[in-house]
């Protein structure tokens, strides 16, 4: 199974971004895909969002609720993250993960994307 993801960029505090995960070589209906963020400088990521293999199911970290939405084109194989009212502090590296089910851990999941990088600032 790979991801990619796309989608990200420099925009000024306030702005808002979408990213892309592409699923390939899977369906979305076999596989919870989740969102992680890595800060710079620092080499844990942290799990943003996640939503399940039915889709019925989505979770989000404190930091993004009410910010961040997390869906999915189920036809495209895609799952989005659109990023609203995207503050400094939400900088650093994107990454798509994959497992069985959504996992609060970076260390639980097996398939990763390549990452795309974030840049909020003025």
């Known amino acids: 199974m790979d991801l990619v993801e796309s989608g990200g960029g420099l925009v000024q505090p306030g702005g808002s971004l979408r990213l892309s995960c592409v699923v390939r070589?899977?369906?979305?209906?076999?596989?919870?895909i989740g969102w992680f963020h890595q800060a710079p400088g620092k080499e844990e990521r942290e799990v943003v969002s996640?939503?399940?293999?039915?889709?019925?199911?989505?979770t989000y970290a404190d930091s993004v609720k009410g910010r961040f939405t997390i869906s999915r084109d189920t036809p495209k194989n895609t799952v989005y993250l659109q990023m609203n009212d995207l503050k400094p502090e939400d900088s650093g590296v994107y990454y798509c993960a994959g497992d069985r089910v959504c996992g609060d851990w970076a260390s639980y999941y097996e398939y990763w994307g390549q990452g795309t990088q974030v840049t909020v600032s003025s």
């Open positions: 996640c939503i399940s293999a039915s889709g019925i199911s989505t």
């Open positions: 070589w899977s369906t979305l209906d076999q596989i919870a």
